[in-house]
């Protein structure tokens, strides 16, 4: 082989080594958990807040879910469609709705079972159109204790995000059930200071106190975004090779 072809042989592997990671982007779908906050429900925090900070500059991270949104009234109110549209290959979807689907006394966002169910496959299938790899979660839990004893609080939906991760192959994290056990660690009192709890007069966004078990506060989101990145390494999603290295102690 002549000392021309050598060198050109050489130069094309180190350009292939070299080579950096396809820039992708990881989209968030679901519910108000999840969600950006505005600067006037602060301290209010979706999950989804923190959970960008994880991961190093190959990855961005497109935060769409929306307050009150059921998977129902995300592709009604034209949500989900833009997102099918954008999605590259080796994208991610992290699909988290429930709240809302489960919400009978809320016609305006109430899916049935079987609805719930269909619309879950339908951001699969279209995700996977794309290449793209989706991920379902099932709903993070509310806050609820009984005797001490964190309860469940998706008793119906949770179990269906589960049939259809099985059904579709699809990645599942469980965060009703990991979220749950993170609840039960801090305790029926303790737990508050993961959430919107407000005494009156202690935030001017909030004059008259919150008692909210549902949404979460910055510590409350971060843990919960934390949950969520040990499952991804947990259970070796690609994404995990993203995830951003510590920083170097000069």
């Known amino acids: 082989m002549s000392t021309i072809k050598i060198v050109t042989l050489v130069i094309l592997m180190m350009t292939t080594f070299n080579q950096s990671p396809k ?51 995300f592709i009604s109110e034209n949500l989900w469609q833009p997102v099918a549209d954008n999605l590259k290959e080796g994208d991610y979807v992290f699909i988290q709705f429930g709240h809302n689907d489960e919400s009978k006394e809320k016609g305006d966002r109430y899916t049935t079972p079987e609805q719930y169910k269909s619309n879950l496959a339908k951001f699969i299938t279209e995700t996977r159109a794309k290449r793209a790899n989706p991920i379902l979660l099932t709903p993070v839990s509310r806050r609820k204790f009984k005797d001490g004893k964190a309860q469940e609080t998706h008793q119906e939906y949770s179990p269906l995000v589960i049939d259809v991760a099985t059904q579709q192959n699809v990645p599942l994290i469980d965060l009703d059930a990991k979220s749950l056990e993170l609840l039960q660690k801090f305790g029926e009192e303790q737990s508050k200071l993961l959430f919107l709890q407000l005494a009156p007069g202690e935030h001017p966004n909030y004059p008259e106190g919150k008692n909210d078990n549902t949404h979460f506060n910055e510590l409350g989101a971060r843990l919960i975004a934390q949950v969520v990145l040990s499952e991804i390494k947990n259970q070796k999603i690609g994404l995990a090779d993203r995830i951003a290295k510590p920083a170097v102690k000069k």
Not at 28 to 48: C, F, N, V
Request: aromatic share 14%; hydrophobic share 30%.
């Open 23 to 73: 820039k992708i982007t990881v989209y968030l779908i679901g519910d108000s958990t999840m969600s950006i906050k505005t600067t006037g429900a602060y301290p209010e925090t979706g999950w989804g807040m923190p959970f960008k900070y994880f991961f190093d500059s190959t990855v961005t991270v497109d935060n769409r879910a929306k307050n009150g949104r059921s998977t129902r009234t």
